[in-house]
């Protein structure tokens, strides 16, 4: 098979390295990819939005599968334009591809389905959204409709906190169009798990449970990332758990997405609140998570490749994966100042030293390669992933390979995987 798939990230390396061990692959390639991607697939320099460029070339390559890593593209419409040349894409419609695009979309989908997740109300007109918070109280979660980067929602403990996220999206537009609309939220309590399925518009698979670091501080302080680490199947991912987040919020989605005449292919991504009687819906993505995608796919026993096809032909439901026993964890390495702003351009060192620690694997993220050297290039800049017996010695060697990089301009959260190993 001639496969491409679309991104840079440490999401995208780490799809490429399962995909680049598959029989079945006869030439791979990553746009736009990066150094760590370039010494598995070809990388071409095409923008992930730029879905007549990246259709022209999957043409002219004969490309079998595509596989988006990031969400733009999915909500740009890259399946519905590869279908209409006959091209298979592991990812969802544009339609379907609203269950990451809307807020709002998302919680019609839930309680049309009657997904467990907070109660919810939504408004366009600022007066009103401050009324509703007066009249339920805080705590209170205030989000924007639309894309906003991972930073359109505001967990608000007081509800002078509350009316300032509400003035802040709706009258200040902080986040332009994607405010234009806010959801406020009931403030669900527990331990957060990102459960991922792959779908083929009918049945789905489980495909591994990752607890995300969202925060970039040590003890989840600091504001919110796009992930600073993940650890494989934590504690609170019970048996039980997954079994629930398949049954109550996976598979009722799927039904639901067909029901509507938007059948969802790809990775489905359920971001859930693990309370006491269960798990309750926060958010779909419809992609993989990243850094979870580098925690969980080193756990991948069975070749992706079929699995990802098998999602696009409807055959899922014959489709049994393996898993290795153990545990895995990932460490990100970001540019110091991110999530604000970073500088780019220091050298990293010791990259080949670290990839050589028992069990550890270096995921490029934001980097650049020059001349001999590998330079930082983005704001999470490395994902180092390390597999083990348990998550304690996952966590050891990836804290191992971390030690021996040599980045002065980098810094990593030490605490990762802390709460899953003494609660
Ligand atoms: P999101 O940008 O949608 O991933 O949300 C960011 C984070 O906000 C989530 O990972 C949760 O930690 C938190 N969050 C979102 N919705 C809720 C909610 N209803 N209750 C508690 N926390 C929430
Ligand atoms: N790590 C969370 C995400 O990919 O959205």
Avoid at 241 to 262: C, N, W
Avoid at 367 to 379: F, K, P, R, V, Y
Wanted: aromatic share 6%; with cysteine; net charge negative.
């Amino acid at each position: 098979m001639h496969v491409l798939i679309i991104g840079s990230g440490g999401r995208e390396h780490a799809l490429a390295a399962a995909i680049a061990r598959s029989p079945l692959l006869t030439k791979l390639f990553c746009a736009p990819g990066n150094p760590g991607t370039a010494d598995l697939a070809e990388n071409v320099y095409l923008r992930t939005t730029d879905i007549a460029a990246i259709v022209a070339f999957a043409v002219a390559q004969k490309i079998d599968l595509v596989i988006p890593g990031p969400e733009a593209p999915l909500v740009a419409g890259i399946a519905d334009a590869l279908a209409a040349v006959g091209i298979a894409c592991c990812g969802p419609s544009a339609a379907a591809a609203q269950l990451e695009g809307s807020k709002k979309f998302t919680k019609e989908i839930a309680d049309g389905a009657g997904i467990p997740t907070a109660a919810w109300a939504s408004f366009t007109h600022a007066d009103e959204a401050h009324d509703y918070i007066e009249a339920v109280g805080a705590p209170i979660v205030i989000k924007a409709d639309g894309l906003a980067a991972g930073k359109g929602v505001v967990v608000a403990a007081t509800l002078d906190e509350a009316h300032d996220a509400i003035t802040a999206i709706m009258e200040d537009k902080v986040h332009g169009a994607a405010g234009a609309l806010v959801v406020i939220e009931e403030c669900l309590v527990g331990e957060e798990i990102s459960v991922f399925a792959l779908c083929d518009g009918e049945d789905a698979v489980f495909f591994g449970a990752a607890a995300d670091h969202k925060r970039v501080g040590e003890n989840d302080t600091g504001p919110n990332t796009g992930g600073m680490g993940a650890i494989f199947n934590p504690p609170w991912a019970t048996p039980e758990v997954i079994e629930q987040s398949m049954d109550l919020v996976i598979r009722p989605a799927l039904r639901e997405m067909a029901r509507r005449g938007m059948p969802f292919r790809g990775f489905l991504f359920a971001g859930l609140m693990v309370e006491e009687d269960g798990p309750k819906l926060i958010e779909f993505n419809v992609r993989f998570g990243d850094p979870e995608c580098e925690t969980v796919l080193p756990m991948l026993v069975s070749d992706l490749l079929p699995a990802l096809k098998a999602a696009t032909e409807g055959t899922l439901a014959s489709v049994k994966l393996e898993w290795r026993a153990g545990s895995s964890a990932t460490v990100v390495m970001c540019a110091k100042g991110y999530p604000g702003a970073y500088a780019t351009g220091s050298e990293i060192y010791g990259l080949e030293e670290a990839g050589q620690i028992e069990g550890a694997t270096i995921f490029h993220a934001g980097t650049m390669a020059e001349q001999n050297g590998i330079l930082a290039n983005g704001g999470r800049v490395l994902a180092i992933n390390a597999i083990g017996e348990n998550l304690r010695e996952a966590l050891n060697r990836a804290y191992a390979a971390v030690d021996m990089l040599d980045w002065d301009d980098g810094f990593c959260r030490r605490d990762i995987g802390k709460r899953a190993l003494w609660g």
